[in-house]
């Protein structure tokens, strides 16, 4: 008889789809046919009995306003030693903003519940801020160095390799603040992720009947708008105090959990997703970007020299179409 044909390793059909667990790395699991899965479903259900999924949302407000974007700005930096010049304190006006703030997020529709803590960046700006805000809704204030990993200072150097405040300094900007995570993640994301799973967990004294009318555990983060920005995956303008909702998407990004934005809004509480244009978001984020400002920069220098007008548009479009490419 002939000889059987050699045995050739076929490939799975079976769909693999995302194993979502926080703060872990995402697994893979086969999805079942829909008849097995429906049988075991209903096998389940006369068995034991459904848990129920608590959902988690991250309230991020940005500090209020910095006096190096006063007319205050020149005396303060004068009298300020030149490692300390990329941490400005919070005006009388910021700290005014932080208490509208704090007057929006109690008024809520959603009616939020923070448990009894809220996280906030170790810069003085954002501890200030949280200072406000734990005043006036009746919290303590953690310290998250990851935090203020999004600002773009510390995205050049690290926020550890900064010269942050002292310990005991912070805790005069802010009375409210009772620990500063050294443990916590460095990065942003990780930060932000740390935080949902300390309140989730109650990992800062909540329970879990402290959650949102809506069922939710929502979590209070200050931060800085390249935070919101960098979250929301958006460019655009936000003002001081400006305040961020994200609810979890039910996905992941890596192994960082997944944010999908909500609200924007201003401290007293005026959207500012729906009614923003394109148009300006991208005109900001050129405004904002390094190349622009070497672009300015070159604009100076050739008018100052008197340069051709042609060699102007030349260097004008080389700068544009680097950054653009």
Same mark, same amino acid.
């Given at each position: ?15 693999? $789809?995302?194993? %979502? ?31 129920? &999924? ?11 306003? $910095? ?21 400005? /304190? ?17 008024? &809520? ?22 200072? %406000? ?8 204030? $953690? ?13 050049? $150097? ?72 960098? @979250?929301?995956?958006? &460019? ?46 991208? @005109? ?6 390094? /190349? ?19 060699? %102007? ?13």
């Amino acid at each position: 008889s002939a000889p059987l044909p050699p045995l050739v390793p076929q490939p799975c059909r079976r769909a693999l $789809r995302p194993l %979502v667990v926080r703060g872990g790395v995402p697994a893979c699991t086969p999805i079942r046919s829909k008849s097995l899965t429906s049988t075991m479903a209903a096998a389940a259900s006369t068995t034991a009995p459904a848990s129920k &999924h608590t959902s988690t949302s991250l309230w991020m407000v940005r500090h209020g306003e $910095r006096v190096d974007e006063t007319s205050e700005s020149m005396a303060w930096m004068e009298q300020t030693p030149r490692s300390r010049l990329f941490d400005p /304190p919070l005006t009388r006006a910021g700290e005014g903003q932080a208490a509208t703030a704090a007057e929006t997020l109690r008024a &809520h529709p959603s009616k939020p519940n923070f448990g009894a803590t809220i996280y906030a960046s170790p810069l003085q700006r954002c501890l200030r801020t949280a200072s %406000v805000l734990a005043e006036q809704l009746g919290k303590s204030v $953690r310290v998250v160095p990851g935090l203020g990993q999004c600002a773009a200072v510390a995205k050049r $150097r690290g926020v550890r390799a900064l010269d942050l405040l002292p310990e005991s300094e912070m805790m005069e900007i802010c009375p409210q603040m009772i620990a500063l995570e050294k443990e916590a993640p460095d990065t942003f994301e990780e930060a932000c992720d740390w935080v949902a799973s300390e309140r989730t967990a109650g990992g800062c004294g909540t329970a879990a009947d402290e959650q949102s009318a809506s069922g939710r555990m929502d979590v209070l983060v200050v931060t800085h708008r390249e935070g919101v920005r960098d @979250i929301a995956g958006i &460019h655009q303008r936000l003002p001081y105090c400006t305040i961020a909702r994200f609810d979890e998407s039910g996905g992941n990004m890596g192994n960082f959990c997944s944010w999908a934005l909500v609200e924007l809004a201003g401290p007293d509480g005026a959207d500012c997703l729906s009614n923003r244009s394109p148009l300006l978001s991208k @005109i900001d984020r050129v405004r904002e970007h390094p /190349p622009f400002v070497l672009l300015l920069l070159l604009l100076r220098i050739c008018l100052a020299h008197r340069v051709s007008a042609a060699l %102007v548009v030349a260097g004008v479009v080389g700068c544009t179409a680097w950054w653009w490419s």
